[in-house]
């Protein structure tokens, strides 16, 4: 693919076409809207530097029927413009800027438009197969034609300089998504495979149609076999274009997507400028400045998802906001931090929505978040902030949450305050129960083998000769030798970050030479591999027996009556509650953990972005079946796995419920043997995998907070 660059020297300098498109900013939305119909709004709303917004106006479904005459209407327009674009002999450079960006904006909405219906909106919609089909291929035959028109315009010889620039971003911005590793990024690098010389526009999206439909995730949705989520805050649109409903962020992710895309720093230098009073002293202002930092990432989630949110009445199409885990054990400190955010969402959206939605029906609600706060399940407080949240019709996605005790807890929570908020007339949004199983799992694997290497280190002659050649060759070296004690140093080489399998060839060898189980190092070997096989299944063990207490048909009739019965809701209004309420498993560390928790209903997986990749091999491997696959979430597993795991103590409580959560089971007629040595609300916070999360998310906040600080106290210095 050739540079976009040096179009032109005709006007005496040159100009750098590629620099034009990969910095084009784009210019205030105006208010109050003034159009004169859809298709003039899509064209002056890409124009004006909001080519993604304008594509997603047409996705609603008072289009249907009439998507080949509006489209067709907004590339006569196109045309129009991009034909008043042509470089000539003495174009200024500001005229060539200016020439160049309406190009570029023609060649983006109709691209944008093209992959909407290459992916998976048009099914949301219910855009007809003949009518998609053939807006489609009108797009491909303009941006077709608009590759000629630059091809002989050309006086340096550059082919297509906009339409190369333009999808040279495409696939940068794809190239981002965890720095080339995720699964947005290899499908980059496959579309780009797929282009043609000469007409890179129209290539580009008959291969990303390609791409998108052949995908694992895809397929996945259109055969309605679950629903999706992302652990990650950029790559967004083509997770959508996939069938994607959800975005999860923590302050983990959200430092990653600012590492991944400096550029979003630039946001919080803006904000900066407009909040002066933080420039005497940042530090008192350091969290009102991380959670400025933080929208400044969250908005283009809030609208990349907008058009789902809005088809699907706040079902879909939601952002999991993370609050600060500082104030996560306060119901105060999380209300108050949680009506910020939501205010200023709501406002930011009620502009967004007023272009949007524009000339469509206003029989529904604008503006109102697509927002679900995620809450710590890692103090008791969570229940009331549960509760509390979804009462005001505000969705929430529990988090730190590992157990199945805690996730039935806080889905009774949740399931109250909705009762309330529907009581009042107020419309539910979509809650979520995050099962972090892969956490779960890491937790157990490092009790197992810090007691396996324990035991063995209690065996050999030379302890710290044992244990630094185990450290040698996991990479730990430089760490153990800042730990402070034995059992430190045990805790370090035993950790999920230097030990992601019992397996792992220097761990098993020490093992074995201590010959802590059996006599032969085979024998400890096949120990070993089992174990970790056990403890690959506990995560998955919680999430199926959360999603049997609740969603089970039988079960669910069974709650549905409950609610009824207990809170006083009325019968129409019971479903809504049970319909709106997904488990979701989180923090995956292998593809069956995808696949073995997927359901029709109520369920949503959320994924990482190098996850993902690895979900789309495992279906290109010989042998694949999606089918047997099907509602793998009810499916029995064998035996003597779950009787091995309820030997150790912590997949006990994981597993099992308390006395006063049995007792909830029988009220509401939930049949089953659930135990009672469960993991009590009082004894949350410190539970192994909790405080190893909160303190992951504490210590990840406050670098962010950290960094964004800083940034604010250099635009300060540059202000003087």
Not at 59 to 75: P, S
Not at 83 to 90: C, I, L, N, P, V
Not at 456 to 481: H, M, N, P, Q, W
């Amino acid at each position: 693919m050739t540079s976009g660059k040096d179009v032109s020297s005709t006007s005496g300098s040159d100009v750098d076409i590629h620099s034009i498109v990969h910095k084009a900013g784009a210019e205030k939305l105006p208010h109050p809207v003034q159009s004169l119909d859809h298709c003039e709004h899509v064209v002056k709303t890409a124009l004006i530097g909001y080519p993604q917004l304008a594509a997603d106006h047409v996705i609603n479904r008072e289009m249907r029927g009439k998507l080949v005459e509006t489209m067709g209407n907004v590339i006569r327009q196109l045309n129009l413009e991009f034909m008043k674009s042509r470089f000539t002999e003495g174009d200024s450079p500001e005229v060539m800027v200016r020439k160049t960006q309406v190009r570029q904006r023609a060649y983006e909405v109709l691209i944008e438009a093209a992959v909407n219906l290459a992916g998976i909106e048009r099914r949301v919609v219910g855009f007809s197969d003949d009518e998609s089909a053939q807006s489609f291929k009108h797009i491909a035959e303009t941006l077709s034609a608009w590759e000629t028109v630059e091809r002989r315009e050309s006086v340096t010889g550059s082919e297509n300089p906009v339409a190369t620039s333009v999808v040279e971003k495409l696939l940068g911005d794809m190239r981002k998504v965890m720095s080339g590793a995720g699964m947005v990024a290899k499908m980059g690098e496959e579309i780009k495979t797929g282009l043609t010389q000469g007409k890179l526009a129209s290539s580009f999206i008959a291969a990303a149609e390609k791409v998108l439909q052949g995908n694992i995730y895809y397929q996945m949705v259109t055969r309605g076999l679950c629903k999706f989520g992302n652990d990650y805050a950029i790559g967004l649109r083509w997770l959508r274009h996939l069938g994607y409903v959800q975005v999860s962020t923590n302050p983990v992710l959200a430092a990653r997507a600012y590492d991944d895309d400096p550029s979003l720093w630039e946001g919080l230098r803006t904000i900066a400028k407009e909040h002066q009073e933080w420039f005497k002293d940042p530090e008192c202002f350091k969290d009102e400045i991380a959670m400025e930092a933080t929208k400044s990432a969250l908005w283009p989630n809030l609208t990349v998802y907008r058009p789902i949110a809005l088809l699907s009445k706040l079902h879909d199409g939601l952002v999991s906001y993370q609050l600060n885990p500082n104030v996560a054990a306060s119901l105060e400190g999380s209300m108050e931090d949680a009506l910020k955010i939501y205010t200023s969402a709501q406002e930011f959206l009620r502009g967004y929505d007023a272009y949007l939605t524009w000339g469509y029906s206003k029989m529904e609600e604008r503006g109102r978040p697509n927002i679900v706060f995620k809450v710590a399940g890692g103090s008791p407080a969570a229940v009331e902030v549960t509760t509390a949240f979804n009462s005001m019709g505000i969705g929430t996605n529990n988090t730190v949450t590992y157990t199945v005790a805690q996730e039935t807890t806080l889905i009774l929570a949740a399931m109250k305050g909705m009762a309330h908020a529907l009581k009042m007339g107020i419309p539910v949004t979509q809650a979520y129960e995050t099962n972090m199983g892969g956490r779960l799992e890491s937790h157990l694997r490092e009790l197992e083998a810090e007691r396996l290497l324990r035991e063995a280190l209690g065996r050999v002659g030379d302890v710290e000769a044992t244990l630094r050649k185990l450290a040698e060759a996991i990479g730990a070296v430089e760490e153990l030798s800042k730990a402070s004690s034995l059992e430190d140093g045990i805790r370090l080489v035993c950790s999920f970050k230097y030990l992601k399998s019992l397996s792992t060839p220097a761990f098993a060898e020490a093992v074995a030479e201590a010959r802590v189980h059996g006599d032969s190092k085979e024998e400890n070997a096949a120990f070993l591999a089992r174990l970790e096989s056990d403890i690959g299944y506990a995560g998955t063990l919680v999430a199926q027996r959360v999603y049997r207490i609740f969603f089970t048909p039988e079960n669910r009739l069974r709650w549905m009556a409950y609610l009824h019965r207990a809170y006083g809701l009325a019968l129409d209004k019971v479903g809504e509650v049970m319909d709106k309420i997904d488990v979701l498993p989180a923090s995956k560390r292998k593809p069956s953990d995808t696949y073995l928790t997927l359901a029709r209903r109520n369920m949503t997986n959320t994924e990482f972005p190098d996850h993902q990749m690895k979900v789309l091999d495992t279906s290109r491997r010989p042998g694949f079946n999606l089918t047997d696959f099907e509602d793998a979430v009810t499916k029995e597993h064998d035996l003597g796995i779950l009787q091995r795991l309820m030997k150790l103590g912590d997949f006990r409580r994981a597993y099992e419920l308390t006395p006063e959560l049995a007792e909830r089971m029988r009220d509401a007629g939930v049949e089953g043997d659930f135990g009672v040595g469960g993991l009590k609300v009082e004894d949350w916070p410190t539970f192994g995998s909790v405080v190893k999360t909160m303190t992951e998310f504490t210590n990840a906040y406050n670098r962010f907070r950290e960094k964004a600080v800083k940034v604010v106290q250099d635009v300060a210095k540059n202000m003087v």
